[in-house]
């Protein structure tokens, strides 16, 4: 019979390891993802080091004990746990459920006391058992079946206790630890101990005596006539600390270690939550499903079309084996409606007039899977099209912004049709990935334009009923239109400026390298965590912050807060910082050039909640401008013709103005009416000081609340972002809502409407569904009022800026222009226009851009223009 091997965590524990030591991270749908992504990556690694055949994730069930009955003040003092980490523990009970993995909580007491039970129970039965956490408390549960791991920094990075490392390391055997923490107390648990007695101190103690009790009866035997008096006048807190720090081996459990048994997980469980989560690395971890079972089709490949197979409305897909339409090639084109189905290959479908006049005939009403790709991957081979009616990609997106599809086969699987293929089934992944006969090639794209016919009443109706088919038909679809000639066009980029400034950071990186090699006094590799550890924290002798398994944490939240301990990390933060804009955008955008010199970056439409846009392969709205060098990098973006210039356009705080007219607050309205700075106006307000008495400091905060608002901001990542307590971020939080009372109404009544109809609004009806506004469980209602408040206001913003796009492609074709709309980003809009242009677009752009919307406060609309992207700045 196989032996047991009985793995049992800490959850809160493990989880609070996993928030705090990766960054808050979110997904597309604004979830805080850290904890559950850090528990996973333990989780998986647990599975596959300790290979249990029993598992149980042991959860505290509340704030009161039954050692509070013994000290009101047990674990007294500890802050509350932030929003960002609480909304995950429902979404890490789910993960734990997807992997089949039992979990238990009892009212009255902690997860300590739930795995000291069972590993009572275990140990006494022979079992092999594996104890994870965070707590050192837990070690005291070592013996010669029991080992218990215990995390120190990061989430891999684990001390392994047993009754011969605690002997060696401590002196004592492992029940010894209970006496320990009597005498010496335990802070994080705000277990008072004898004060004045510290670790060494317990511990030799203990080496002498044995317990507390031993210690207590051999008091006279105690020289230090300080540590004496402490010891004598705190004897009962000494026993009680003792009792607090004593792990319940007997607690009333019901759940006995049979009913731990692992099977394994629920692949379709675990799938389905890394895909809500937006997990993609690990989705593509995930082995393949089986092959599908599909309906039979008949496909007829055209050898040459005849304008008796089209007809004026029809679904149209092009196939291509990669998801850049900018590059790939296009394999065929799929056709079909209620009374046939074809395929084309693209080598007879390009040389096909039939097919071309077809294509570009708007009154042939074409109904496909994503119009942006097919307008901009048939554009690359001179094929104009026209009249596409509907985009199963936009929606689908519109009518659930919160699920991201990847094809034609994930949409149509939401809608109850699963007779087509995902593309990995059909060519593979990776380096596997290969060109299948063009017979299954015709067939995986026919199918996909018979579900793309089959599928546009459905999706259409369901517009309607929401009131949201202007939302698509008027603006997200034509504009699509728009980003796919955005994309055709691309962006002239001048290897040679990327080239000269790729020198400059070089030699800059020379100069820091020589620098801090003279600061430290030898070399070493700057590059290397372990060396540069090692140089920091053992010769140079800064305190640590964080460890890892290798060593010394350098991360660059780490050295921020040594930065003012030693010259040398000005200098390495330095040479970070620019070594990341060589690789990534130096030479990242060198690779990304095009052979007619410009970049030609994809615009992602369907992926955000909150409708905005964003940019991939390369991502150009992310180019960093902290930093000079930063920003000179847009000097080599540059007008594509001679005698032209750049010019941009950008919306002066908007998300800011949108807040104003959602929540009509006084104020608010007020001062953007009379053109005032918000930041010093708001810094007036919650600091109760004149205008001349705002400091930068002030306006800094002020900054960071305004905008935190927008962003459902809680008193931590104010704190995060100030670098200031908690407590005082709150309380900069409540001055700022007492001030604004408008701002606050408005989050209330916000709240109040997604809870009666389950979702919230943005100014055109955009949607997001908060299914969890209504849930019993605090922390996933708390994120979806949070999500209530920031939503509609968020994706007011992206609507207008939408809006402001189509207005100016409408506007430009109308004067007869010849200006190009080139760049979204974020609330910016970038230009290539001729000299003898720009003066009207001086007029024209921010009277289009200030009028797109109608607010109660006026859009404001800077601009700028010049030989680069830099030179608009």
Do not use: C
């Amino acid at each position: 019979m196989t032996k047991k091997k009985i793995v049992l965590l800490d959850g809160n524990s493990l989880a609070y390891r996993a928030f705090f030591a990766l960054p808050l991270l979110t997904n597309d749908n604004g979830i805080h993802t850290n904890a559950v992504y850090g528990f996973t990556m333990m989780l998986q690694n647990i599975l596959v080091d300790e290979k249990p055949t029993h598992i149980l994730v042991a959860w505290d069930a509340g704030k009161t004990t039954f050692r509070h009955k013994t000290y009101g003040e047990y674990k007294g003092g500890r802050q509350k746990t932030p929003s960002e980490l609480s909304e995950q523990f429902p979404y890490l009970r789910k993960l734990l459920d997807a992997y089949n993995i039992p979990q238990y909580e009892l009212d009255n007491y902690e997860a300590d006391d739930i795995i000291g039970t069972l590993s009572k129970i275990s140990d006494a039965a022979g079992s092999e058992v594996v104890i994870i956490s965070g707590d050192k408390d837990l070690t005291q549960l070592a013996s010669n079946n029991t080992t218990v791991f215990i995390t120190r920094k990061g989430i891999t990075d684990m001390e392994k206790y047993t009754p011969e490392h605690i002997m060696e390391k401590y002196g004592i055997e492992p029940l010894r630890i209970i006496d320990m923490k009597g005498l010496m107390g335990d802070a994080s648990d705000n277990i008072p101990g004898v004060p004045g007695v510290g670790e060494k101190t317990a511990l030799k103690l203990l080496i002498e005596y044995g317990s507390v009790e031993n210690v207590y009866k051999s008091i006279d035997n105690i020289t230090a006539k300080k540590l004496k008096e402490n010891l004598t006048v705190n004897e009962a807190q000494a026993f009680m600390s003792k009792e607090l720090a004593t792990i319940e081996v007997n607690a009333p459990i019901t759940v006995s270690v049979d009913d731990l048994a692992y099977t394994g997980p629920d692949m379709d469980k675990v799938t389905s939550i890394y895909q809500e989560l937006k997990f993609r690395t690990l989705l593509e971890k995930i082995a393949p499903q089986a092959e599908e079972v599909l309906q039979d089709i008949d496909v007829t490949v055209i050898a040459e079309l005849k304008e008796s197979q089209l007809s004026e409305e029809m679904a149209i897909h092009i196939e291509m084996m990669d998801e850049n339409y900018l590059t790939a090639d296009i394999l065929g084109i799929s056709i079909a409606n209620e009374l046939s189905n074809f395929y084309i290959p693209f080598a007879i479908a390009k040389e096909s007039t039939v097919l071309r006049k077809w294509l570009q005939d708007s009154s042939n009403k074409k109904y496909t899977s994503d119009s942006k790709a097919a307008f901009a991957s048939l554009a690359r081979y001179g094929i104009e099209t026209d009249g596409f009616e509907f985009d199963l990609l936009l929606a689908t997106y519109i009518v659930n912004p919160s699920t991201t599809y990847t094809d034609v086969a994930s949409i149509t699987r939401e809608f109850g049709n699963a007779d087509v293929r995902q593309d990995e089934a059909v060519y593979g992944k990776g380096a596997k990935k290969a060109l299948p006969d063009q017979s299954i090639v015709a067939e995986h794209a026919t199918r996909k334009a018979q579900a793309i016919w089959e599928l546009r009443p459905i999706i259409e109706q369901k517009l309607q009923e929401n009131d949201q088919y202007n939302l698509y038909h008027e603006l997200e679809l034509p504009l699509a239109k728009i980003l796919g000639q955005m994309e055709s066009t691309g962006v002239k980029t001048d290897r040679e400026t990327l080239q000269v400034i790729g020198t400059e950071l070089t030699a800059k990186l020379a100069k820091l390298e020589a620098d801090i090699y003279d600061i430290a006094g030898e070399k070493f590799n700057i590059n290397s965590p372990k060396q540069l550890g090692v140089l920091l924290f053992e010769k140079i002798g800064l305190t640590p912050i964080k460890k890892t398994k290798t060593g010394y944490s350098t991360a660059a939240d780490v050295l921020e807060k040594l930065e003012s301990e030693h010259e040398i990390i000005s200098h390495i933060l330095n040479y970070r910082q620019l070594g990341k804009l060589n690789s990534t955008y130096i030479e990242g955008l060198l690779k990304e050039i095009h052979e007619d010199g410009k970049i030609h970056t994809r615009f992602q439409q369907a992926l955000t909640t909150t409708g905005r846009l964003s940019s991939i392969n390369p991502n150009l709205q992310n180019i960093p401008v902290r930093l000079e060098e930063g920003r000179k990098i847009r000097a080599a973006f540059v007008p594509s013709e001679p005698g032209w210039y750049l010019f941009a356009a950008d919306y002066s705080q908007i998300e800011l103005r949108v807040l104003a007219h959602m929540s009509h607050d006084e104020k608010l309205i007020e001062a953007f009416r009379d053109g005032a700075d918000i930041h010093t106006r708001t810094a007036m307000d919650v600091f109760g000081v004149t205008e001349d008495a705002v400091t930068s400091d002030m306006r800094r905060a002020a900054k960071a609340v305004n905008f935190g608002i927008v962003y459902g901001i809680s008193d931590y990542g104010l704190s995060q972002n100030l670098d200031i307590t908690r407590k005082d971020a709150q309380k900069f939080i409540d001055t700022y809502l007492a001030n604004f009372p408008g701002v606050k109404q408005y989050m209330a009544d916000i709240v109040a409407e997604a809870k009666r109809n389950g979702y919230v609004t943005t100014l055109l009806n955009r949607r997001r569904y908060l299914p969890e506004i209504t849930s019993s469980n605090f922390n996933l209602r708390s994120f979806a009022e949070r999500t209530a408040m920031n939503t509609p206001i968020q994706g007011s913003a992206a609507d207008v800026i939408k809006k402001a796009m189509l207005d100016m492609a409408k506007r430009l074709k109308d004067e007869g222009m010849q200006t190009r709309m080139l760049l979204q980003v974020h609330d910016e809009l970038i230009f290539e226009a001729p000299e003898e242009e720009i003066e009207k677009l001086k007029e024209i752009v921010p009277e289009v851009m200030e009028s797109a919307i109608m607010l109660d406060v006026p859009l404001k609309v800077d601009w700028a223009f010049g030989l680069s992207w830099y030179e608009t700045k």
